[in-house]
């Protein structure tokens, strides 16, 4: 059984950080390229960060030089790390995990919600 876990969310003030765990069970996570989304009330869902099998990292727009992708093979788990926090960051954020970045087995996590307020 695939399983897809988000953590780390919750509240944090304008200019704070968070950071998100994703953590993948029943795969063979350095077979997979990790990636976090998130959408907002209205919203369509959006990339924030992607990591892939070596490492490399691309992002959407809202997330450069704020946050930051990371995974640990050791320990099946992907993060990201989000500096600089702004109200519009608020969301709520999903782990996917894609098999050799094919777009064909994906697992998605049940979503954390990251509410960034005053």
């Known amino acids: 059984q695939v399983q897809v876990v988000e953590s780390g969310g919750g509240l944090v003030q304008p200019g704070g950080s968070l950071r998100l765990s994703c953590a993948a069970s029943g795969v063979t996570f350095s077979n997979y390229v990790m990636s976090w989304y998130r959408q907002a009330p209205g919203k369509e869902r959006e990339l924030v960060a992607r990591?892939?099998?070596?490492?490399?990292?691309n992002s959407g727009a809202s997330a450069k030089g704020r946050f930051t992708i990371s995974r640990d093979d050791a320990k099946n788990t992907a993060y990201l790390q989000m500096n600089s926090l702004k109200a519009e960051d608020t969301a709520v954020y999903y782990c996917?995990?894609?098999?050799?970045?094919?777009?064909?087995?994906?697992?998605w996590g049940q979503g954390t919600q990251v509410t960034v307020s005053s």
């Open positions: 996917n995990a894609d098999q050799y970045g094919l777009g064909r087995d994906l697992y």
């Open positions: 990591i892939g099998r070596a490492g490399r990292t």
